[in-house]
């Protein structure tokens, strides 16, 4: 445990997003299930408030005078790759899930990013690469471990608590500590993806090549358009981002119609193992800083692709268009539910100075402004960004049963989190 003026404690409290500050009232590490039941008891007694936080890679900064729970010595993973199945501590992160199921040709539904944590990701739903296959990742869940706010250990599935295991497939961190999860696998006998990238005087074509290949495509393909606006003097690109959940040969012939575009600066498509799912994006993996917005985009016509290249996304880093469909549009028994936006979309910059922060904060709502009506007014619980809720995520319905579930199982509030249903 650091509290404030211990050595290590500015550092310990970072989240990885370094523009949201954490103005904690402690920082605990938890050393194993029975000491997290300990600190939540603590909590109890004292009137405090948690916020688990393994990575911080979902910061919001709503977090003042809780104690920030790290988990990363729940670090156990166990695979039965009979049953296609593992368990997965609170403290694992995708990467290590993947290299540890991918021996055995099997793969769990994975994000872009190695180190974003199973646990936190599946608290919020998980939109995985693979999720037009399989659907919410949080759909994979079978079972939760977790500490109640009377700090009693318990497992949660459908048949001990349909309400609360419902809430802890995508409604966030608010209702119990969780240590550990248990999922299902999938079969993975081949990938194939990488990232092409062009000048961005090519986007009305790749842009045209994405839209025909994403209105047709199978549910094993997924592939994600880039506007990129490199830091540095360096000219502004377009690219798309692949992952195939199968062999390279078929792959390429999915995506032929980016072949014909010429001037491309780079290509390095090829058959991925399963442990390299996470380079395909190119994501940060240390922590620095960043601001961007997601809102889920109901269609890609024409005139909206014309819209998006009428400006440029300078002061952005990125504008990313994710194709969803497939099983994201079909039932889900999870807070989310079924996601009838064809895709989403993903503004971000670099906030190096309040003024750079107003500029993409003007950047972004130009965008949104253009597009209008184009966009649902639905995030992802996943892809909140800081000054949002999760009234952004939800449906008035889903927000009410949630609260109410809150209620019942926290109600002094112990559990804060990032993105509360109750603010
Ligand atoms: C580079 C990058 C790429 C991403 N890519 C994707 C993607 O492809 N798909 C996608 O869906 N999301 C993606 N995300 C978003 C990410 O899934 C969310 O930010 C998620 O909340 C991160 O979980 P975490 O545990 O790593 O982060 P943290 O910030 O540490 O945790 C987030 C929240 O989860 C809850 N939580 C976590 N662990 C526990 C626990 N053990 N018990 C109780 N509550 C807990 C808490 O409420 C906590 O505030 C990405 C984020 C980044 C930064």
Do not use: C
Not at 240 to 250: P, Q, S
């Amino acid at each position: 445990m650091l509290l404030p003026g211990d050595t290590g404690f500015d550092q310990a409290r970072l989240p990885f997003n370094l523009a949201v500050d954490q103005s904690v009232a402690a920082v605990a590490e938890v050393a194993d299930a029975a000491d997290a039941a300990a600190l939540v008891r603590f909590a109890r007694r004292t009137r405090a408030t948690i916020s688990v936080q393994p990575s911080g890679h979902g910061a919001s900064g709503e977090v003042e005078d809780t104690i920030l729970v790290r988990t990363k010595r729940l670090d156990e993973v166990r695979v039965d790759p009979v049953a296609r199945s593992a368990r997965v501590g609170a403290g694992v992160s995708w990467g290590r899930l993947q290299e540890a199921v991918a021996p055995h040709g099997l793969t769990g539904l994975a994000g872009s990013s190695p180190v974003v944590g199973v646990v936190g990701y599946m608290l919020g739903g998980g939109l995985s690469w693979f999720g037009r296959k399989h659907g919410w990742a949080a759909d994979s869940i079978t079972a939760f471990e977790v500490i109640d706010a009377n700090g009693d250990l318990a497992r949660v599935t459908a048949d001990s608590d349909a309400d609360l295991f419902w809430a802890l497939r995508g409604g966030g961190g608010d209702f119990a500590l969780v240590t550990a999860v248990e999922l299902d696998l999938y079969p993975a006998p081949a990938l194939y993806g990488g990232r092409m990238l062009w000048p961005v005087d090519r986007a009305p074509r790749v842009l045209e090549a994405f839209r025909t290949i994403t209105a047709s495509a199978v549910d094993e393909l997924s592939v994600w358009l880039n506007l990129l606006d490199p830091p540095g003097p360096r000219p502004p690109l377009v690219g798309v981002d692949i992952a195939y959940l199968g062999e390279a040969a078929v792959g390429d012939a999915l995506l032929r119609e980016f072949d014909s575009i010429g001037g491309r600066i780079s290509d390095n498509r090829r058959p991925l193992p399963m442990t390299e799912l996470g380079t395909i994006a190119a994501e940060p993996t240390k922590p620095g800083r960043s601001q961007g917005h997601t809102q889920l985009l109901a269609r890609l016509d024409g005139d909206t692709a014309e819209e998006l290249l009428a400006r440029p996304i300078d002061p952005l880093l990125i504008v990313q268009i994710r194709h969803l469909g497939g099983a994201f549009a079909g039932p889900s028994d999870t807070p989310a539910g079924a996601i009838a936006e064809p895709y989403q979309i993903t503004f971000q910059g670099l906030p190096t100075a309040p003024e750079a922060a107003a500029a993409i904060r003007t950047r972004v709502q130009d965008f949104r402004t253009a597009l209008d009506a184009r966009l649902s007014n639905r995030t992802p619980f996943t892809f909140l960004a800081p000054g949002q809720s999760a009234a952004d995520a939800f449906t008035p319905g889903a927000l009410t049963r949630l609260r109410d579930i809150k209620r019942r199982v926290d109600p002094d509030h112990i559990f804060r989190s990032n993105y509360s249903v109750l603010a």
